[in-house]
């Protein structure tokens, strides 16, 4: 499926990535523009970002669970994760309403 129409990145490109990142340190804390700087390329217009993120948050839990990583290890970083996620994209909605009211 692609992912970025800028810079026609699929999402199994940006799987790849990821898997490698965490190949690296499986703690690390993963965000778009750490996935696109690995790609060597560059947000443009960034409306891929929220796709990206669920990307990251799915790849990561994935991971864990073929690394059969315990509750302990996991603490509440991807719920965590999640819930900002949802929170940002709530923002977003209302910011976009507010901006088309009337007076």
Known sequence: MLVCSCNYI???D????????LDQDCWQLIVPSKVYHAMSKRGRCCGC??????LIIQTTEDYHARR???DSEIV???SRLKKFHEDQRRADIERRLKSHRAA
């Open 10 to 12: 699929t999402d199994h």
């Open 14 to 21: 940006i799987r790849a990535v990821i898997t490698e990142l």
């Open 49 to 54: 970002f929220p796709a990206v993120v669920d």
């Open 68 to 70: 059969h990583s315990t």
């Open 76 to 78: 509440d970083f991807m």
